[in-house]
């Protein structure tokens, strides 16, 4: 209910063409969320903003109408940019901006990014397209090819600046923005304000108006909240377990990455459970068909980006799984707040690997309060609780129709083999539970830290959902990789992550540059790279989960730094990087590394 006494904002109060109105008044939007309305009149003005805010606030309508209606519609071609640090964000605001446009206006969205065909975006760009969408990576690639113009920009967005600047597209963005005309409009959104991104806004920005949305800080009561210690590569198994175990209607398990929605939906879906995927890559007609089915409990399991989940409100969901730890607080409480809704109870559970403790303790000063520790049921757990099901069940049937043929049947083999009905029941039970006799042992403790599982913990890429390093070993589950390759390995070691690039430090090349060639063309997350080793005539790159071959013949026909990089997969030493001294041969195919060829930077680490 609102307070009478409280004036309230309507979107007709924030001088937005009538045009726009209408379209904002057919989504059924009303009122601006506070970021709305502090931004939209600004730029509305020709003002330059800086805004602090988080996912989730509404910034793609507190930009993305301003920049509608600053389109000169009477000319096609390039006039808006919308920069953002990944492909399924570009999709979604894409997405969102094309729902705001008014019919009838003529104007066009095309989104553009790595690891898709150029042709369709290409064709978007050249049939006049005047608002644009992308990643900084095919972005430049595009500016390079003479596809987008930067010169005719009239109104540019830095969407997530702080996540560009953590994937390494600083550089992009710095050659972006330095391309485009002295008076062009920017609106530049970030969760955070570090030191880099003040700098971008001090040297592109115009005497900006700052805003600062206040962070959410109070979850929602009715969700009681717990985490469990899980090491990366037994999440899936704990997952299972867990939903095993839960009596609620419904769940939705949040993960990062688009590639995790899919990984762990099929793990999901190869353990019998009744599970969908979403992520921002899903059309709103299959996404809302999705919603539809775990609403009408065709689906009971839900696994979604923090991007695809939003405004997601289904009742029946009872437990939220945080499979991946949100990096803010703020994400944490959105993705909470998914359950426990209309007066009902929720749960939330949030695994944690032990090195990401530390982002528990940012979620708790967050939402003000401890959250409590959970055990991960074991195997006997779940069989208990299944058997336990089943008994309920059959309780249940005795109280319905008559038994008579089932009854009969069993007298009569009683009578026949002389099995006593007891046995005869707690065998039929064994046989439902798929217990075969062997004795029920815990393959692994989930919450494990040994030596091994400790040293997997500490390594830089081990999330092979989140960040694409390797499971146990060197193995993912199914043991293959993202394109369902089979490994190759060497004594244990995997040999086919680690790349040469034809690029090095005499090029004047860096981590982040490097990173943002591979992300923009490889269709890559900055966070899937491992680590770089920059030489004076070459780099070499990990990447952990390797590329698809079409991925790699993009990568390699890029150019950074005027030069072409030629990735290929390396066959030196797996520590040539690591080398002490000139220690003789450690070069790759016969290359003999000496003092000259130390890697300029040992390792580069996200932003």
């Known amino acids: 209910m609102t307070d009478a006494s409280m004036p309230s904002t309507h979107f007709s109060d924030l001088g937005l063409p009538e045009d726009l109105l209408g379209a904002v008044s057919a989504l059924g939007f009303t009122t601006p969320t506070p970021i709305q309305e502090q931004a939209v009149p600004a730029l509305l003005s020709g003002r330059d903003i800086v805004g602090v805010a988080q996912t989730g606030t509404g910034k793609t309508a507190a930009f993305g109408l301003p920049l509608l209606a600053a389109i000169d519609t009477s000319r096609r071609g390039q006039q808006a940019l919308v920069l953002t640090p990944t492909r399924e964000l570009a999709i979604q605001v894409a997405d969102a901006i094309s729902s705001f446009v008014p019919r009838g206006s003529g104007i066009e969205v095309v989104s553009i990014y790595g690891g898709s065909s150029f042709v369709p975006q290409l064709r978007g760009l050249r049939s006049g397209a005047q608002v644009v969408v992308g990643t900084p990576g095919r972005v430049i690639d595009m500016i390079e090819r003479g596809a987008l113009d930067a010169a005719s920009l009239r109104f540019v967005v830095l969407d997530e600046a702080d996540e560009m600047l953590r994937m390494g597209f600083a550089e992009d963005v710095e050659t ?78 949040f993960v990062r990455t688009r590639d995790a929605a899919e990984e762990v939906g099929l793990a999901l879906a190869g353990a019998g459970v009744s599970v969908a995927s979403i992520s921002g890559d899903v059309a709103q007609r299959d996404r809302e068909r999705i919603v539809e089915r775990l609403r009408g409990g065709e689906v009971d399991v839900l696994v979604a980006t923090d991007v695809a989940a939003r405004g997601l409100d289904v009742e029946r969901i009872g437990l939220v799984v945080n499979f991946d730890i949100p990096r ?91 099995t006593e009905v007891g046995d005869l029941a707690a065998a039929l039970l064994a046989l439902l539970m798929g217990d075969d006799g062997a004795p029920v042992t815990e393959e692994v403790d989930l919450a494990d830290r040994a030596e091994r599982g400790d040293r997997f913990e500490r390594g830089e890429r081990h999330d092979r959902f989140e960040r ?140």
Not at 179 to 198: K, Y
Not at 339 to 361: M, Q, S
Not at 483 to 500: S, V
Not at 539 to 567: H, M, T, W, Y
């Open 176 to 253: 972006i923005l330095t391309d485009t005309p002295e008076d062009v409009q920017v609106a530049l959104f970030s969760a955070t304000m570090p030191a880099p991104i003040r700098r971008v806004a001090d040297t592109h920005l115009t005497n900006p108006v700052e805003i600062s949305i206040a962070r959410q800080s109070t979850p929602i009561a009715s969700v009681t909240q717990s985490y469990a210690i899980v090491p990366f590569r037994n999440k899936v198994e704990a997952l299972t377990r867990v939903l095993a175990l839960s009596d609620t209607d419904a769940a939705i398990v």
């Open 328 to 418: 803010e607080g703020e994400t944490y409480v959105h993705r909470i707040g998914r359950t426990g809704r209309a007066g009902r109870t929720g749960e939330a559970l949030t695994f944690v690997t032990p090195k990401e403790k530390g982002k528990l303790r940012q979620i708790e000063r967050t939402t003000g309060g401890k959250i409590a520790e959970r055990r991960i049921p074991t195997r006997s757990d779940v069989m208990e609780h299944q058997v336990a099901k089943v008994l309920e069940r059959a309780q249940a049937r005795l109280g319905g129709a008559p038994l008579t043929r089932s009854t009969a049947a069993l007298a009569a083999h009683t009578e026949r083999t002389g």
């Open 468 to 607: 694409g390093g390797r499971s146990d070993r060197g193995h993912d589950r199914a043991g293959r990789d993202r394109g369902g390759r089979e490994r190759a390995h060497r004594g244990g070691q995997d040999t086919g992550n680690r790349y040469r690039i034809a690029v090095g430090h005499r090029d004047g090349v860096t981590p982040q540059g490097i990173v943002g060639a591979i992300t923009g063309e490889g269709g890559l997350r900055g966070s899937e790279i491992g680590k770089i080793d920059i030489f004076p005539s070459f780099s070499l790159v990990e990447i952990p989960l390797g590329l698809e071959s079409d991925a790699q013949r993009r990568i390699a026909a890029a150019s950074l730094a005027g030069r072409q990089l030629k990735i290929r997969s390396d066959s030196g030493p797996p520590n040539r990087g690591s080398f002490r001294g000139d220690r003789g041969d450690r070069g790759d195919r016969g290359f003999r590394a000496d003092r000259s060829e130390r890697p300029a930077r040992r390792r580069f680490s996200d932003a």
